[in-house]
């Protein structure tokens, strides 16, 4: 790897990245509190700062924290003061859009967004998408980053959502609405499966992915989310990490 790597924010998009970068070069990751570094450290096996200060050194950093504008706004701000020019800030996002993030970080030519998905050492797929400025050197760094990875990259229109979400979302939320005609998720999940291929159900995924986190994403590209999917989200049952959404865990 040709990059001195950075990644702020370790959830599980951060924490993935960088077990996966590891083994190919320097990697530090920055959270925001001595309890969260120690988890981090446990999971990444990589350096863990607390001060975005100790980035400054990085040539390249990835910004996964949470998918809400009050949250990577003054992370990406903050970033751009910190880092020299040259430096490369890629953003995880995965419906917001590029132009603004870019704004935020204050850099133009040197940023790109880079779409992994969860769980990131398994998924192959990378989008990648710049604004109309970013510069062909940003370009060939992060597709270079990727492929050390081992990643297949796709080069998608910088627009809400990209290919994969404005695509899948709707599906999902189809798959929600379902419920209004009797059936479970578990059936809805089975005709996905063992009729169409699929690996997951929708219903799974949702779950899987949080349903918080659905209903966002669906809001930035203007797929509505379903009332069903809303009222579980305001219960706190939001999927996998609350131990129920569709399913119990």
């Not at 993935?16 to 970068?21: D, E, M, N, P």
């Not at 769980?119 to 980053?145: C, G, H, I, N, Q």
């Not at 009332?227 to 999927?239: K, S, Y």
Request: glycine share 10%; aromatic share 6%; net charge negative.
């Amino acid at each position: 790897m040709n990059e001195r790597l950075g990644i702020a924010g370790c959830g599980a998009i951060g924490s993935g990245l960088a077990r996966a970068a590891a083994p190919h070069g320097d990697v530090v990751v920055c959270v925001r509190s001595d309890e969260s570094a120690a988890r981090a450290a446990e999971e990444t096996g990589v350096r863990v700062v607390t001060d975005l200060e100790e980035l400054a050194d990085r040539t390249m950093v990835i910004e996964a924290v949470a998918e809400q504008r009050s949250v990577k706004a003054p992370l990406l701000a903050k970033l751009g003061e910190v880092l020299p020019e040259g430096a490369v800030i890629a953003s995880t996002t995965s419906s917001l859009g590029i132009d603004e993030l870019a704004h935020w970080a204050g850099r133009v030519t040197h940023f790109g967004v880079l779409h992994v998905f969860n769980p990131v050492e398994k998924m192959k797929l990378v989008e990648l998408a710049y604004p109309d400025t970013a510069s062909y050197e940003t370009r060939a760094r992060l597709r270079a980053f990727c492929d050390t990875l081992g990643k297949t990259t796709v080069e998608v229109p910088a627009i809400p959502g990209f290919v994969v979400n404005r695509l899948l979302f709707p599906y999902l939320f189809a798959a929600v609405r379902m419920l209004d005609y009797g059936l479970d998720a578990k059936a809805i999940d089975n005709c996905m499966r063992y009729g169409a291929g699929h690996p997951m159900g929708p219903m799974a995924l949702l779950d899987f992915v949080g349903l918080d986190v659905a209903a966002a994403i669906g809001t930035e590209i203007g797929a509505e989310p379903p009332p069903r999917l809303l009222e579980l989200v305001e219960q706190g049952h939001l999927g996998r990490k609350t131990g129920r959404g569709f399913y119990e865990y």
